[in-house]
């Protein structure tokens, strides 16, 4: 059930030009309980007064139960209000938060032999989250995992190390990262040009063994679902997060 409480910012650090990673604790001191794939909710007032709130997918790597810290990446756009809180927010500064929220988790009652985690810019978030839980179904299950992630570039590929690192542990996860403005200087194996969507059919989407998540760009995960329709995955089976702005 969502809880209402004030966060505190402990640190922060650019994760790209115009992306703050920012690891958050509850003033109040209490734990943070959530289910990887969640988002909370920041709460502040515009300039003549009303109130409103934004979304932000919790990033923290997690291991489950609850966590001190809470981690999220904001990326930055021009204009825009929570951008202008958070960006202006120095560390110890705290602002009113509320959650967990959501239902794009993964879920213990599937059988699937693949799972397709799809993502742009800070959309990859979940799925950072997801990682130790990741890491136990593989175990448990002996399933596949693809990550694919659309980036412009290598300088805004979030996490991407981290998911880099994870893949060279477990050889059943594959990251899979899509630079949309050209390779990177030094390319890797896994590195391919152009969105996610067209990179998509080199992974084969497969009706009867594959689960799909997609998260990030409104656009993308409409794209993808109407791919991922076409080749034939049950609609229940292309689980979607959208990040439109919600005023
Ligand atoms: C479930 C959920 C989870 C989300 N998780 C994250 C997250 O982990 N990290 C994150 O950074 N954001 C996330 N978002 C989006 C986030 O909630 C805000 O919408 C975003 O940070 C912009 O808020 P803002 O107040 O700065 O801009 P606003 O004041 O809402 O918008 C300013 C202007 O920019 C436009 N705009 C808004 N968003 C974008 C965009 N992405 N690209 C281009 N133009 C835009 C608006 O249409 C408007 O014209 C999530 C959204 C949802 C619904």
Known sequence: MADHFSLRL???????PA????????ADGQPFAFLPGQFVQIHFHYADGK???RSYS???????GAVRRIEIAVSYVDGGAATALLSALSEGGTVEASGPYGRFILMDGDANRRYLLIATGTGV?????MLPQLAATIERRGIE???LYGARSEAELLYGEE???FARIQPRFRFVPCLSRGARALPRPQDRLGHVQTVLPELAPDPAGDIAYLCGNPDMVDQTFEALKQAGLPIPHIRREKYVSSR
């Open 10 to 16: 402990a640190h922060s650090r650019m994760l790209a």
């Open 19 to 26: 992306v703050r990673h920012m690891a958050f604790e509850r």
């Open 51 to 53: 109130p409103t709130k």
């Open 58 to 64: 919790v990033a923290t790597v997690a291991d489950g």
């Open 125 to 129: 978030t979940p799925y950072r989250a």
């Open 145 to 147: 995992v693809a990550l």
């Open 163 to 165: 998911f880099e690192a």
